[in-house]
């Protein structure tokens, strides 16, 4: 079984800081890549950032500059600082883990539960 959970939403003012953490667990091998995306009521989920497993990094326009992708491989977790946060960033946010599992490293995706991202005064 492989869960993948994140956590660190919350309410925060407009020009304030989260980080959301993203973390796999159960019988994997590795995290291959992690894609953030958020979610507003009646529209579709959009990515925001992306991480790769050479540590390369991609950032969708609205949050470049102020959002910021890492990870930590020893902890399988991946990261998402987010700074100068907006109004316009509230969504719930969710993370789909690319995981590497068994013998053979076949690669399987897998979303959490998301977390839901408030910003406002």
């Known amino acids: 079984q492989v869960q993948v959970v994140e956590y660190g939403g919350g309410l925060v003012q407009p020009g304030g800081s989260l980080r959301l953490s993203c973390a796999a667990s159960?019988?994997?091998?590795?995290?291959?890549?992690v894609d953030w995306y958020r979610q507003t009521p009646g529209n579709q989920r959009e990515v925001v950032a992306a991480?790769?497993?050479?540590?390369?990094?991609n950032y969708a326009d609205s949050v470049k500059g102020r959002f910021t992708i890492s990870r930590d491989n020893a902890k399988n977790t991946v990261y998402l600082q987010m700074n100068s946060l907006k109004p316009e960033d509230t969504a719930v946010y969710y993370c789909?883990?690319?995981?590497?599992?068994?013998?053979?490293?076949?690669?399987?995706?897998?979303w959490g539960q998301g977390t839901q991202v408030t910003v406002s005064s």
């Open positions: 159960g019988s994997i091998e590795s995290i291959d890549a």
């Open positions: 789909y883990a690319h995981i590497i599992m068994g013998v053979a490293r076949r690669r399987y995706g897998y």
């Open positions: 991480i790769f497993s050479g540590g390369g990094t």
